[in-house]
């Protein structure tokens, strides 16, 4: 096996850690949100993604990608973010439909869950490929 090969499959072993952890905090908080604070289904599902994004990112850029060298609001956090808000507006809009044919906190988590799941795959691409890729 090639050593990118590895080095690949490891990333996404990395990431998959990641997104295990990014998505019990996103899942936390959106709980949290609808069933202790009673928000509405959007609002929690806002809040939850921005708070589950933020050691997405830092863990990701780290631990992943090996990047120890300072962020690059441009080059790095701005399409982060982008890619965030892409994932926010399709588990919202998931949500939001969930919300309006279901009355369970589970399937308004579920619908999160697949939304985000469906990105999943095409985010590693994006920050292996663009965001963290190392410049020689």
């Known amino acids: 096996m090639s050593r990118n090969l590895l080095n690949l499959r490891v990333k996404l072993l990395r990431y998959s850690g990641v997104s295990v952890v990014a998505v019990a905090v996103t899942q936390v908080v959106l709980w949290f949100g609808l069933a202790v604070l009673s928000w509405p289904a959007l609002a929690a599902n806002v809040v939850a993604v ?50 309006v044919w279901f009355a369970s906190t589970a399937i308004l988590m579920l619908a999160n869950l697949l939304a985000f799941g469906t990105l999943w795959l095409g985010k590693f691409f994006v920050l292996e490929t663009i965001l963290f890729n190392q410049r020689d």
Do not use: K, Q
């Open 50 to 99: 921005t708070i589950g994004a933020v050691p997405a990112y830092l863990m990701n850029r780290s631990w992943v990608w090996g990047r120890r060298d300072s962020h690059s609001v441009r080059e790095e956090i701005l399409p982060f973010w982008i890619y965030s808000l892409v994932g926010l507006a399709v588990s919202t809009a998931c949500v939001a439909l969930a919300d």
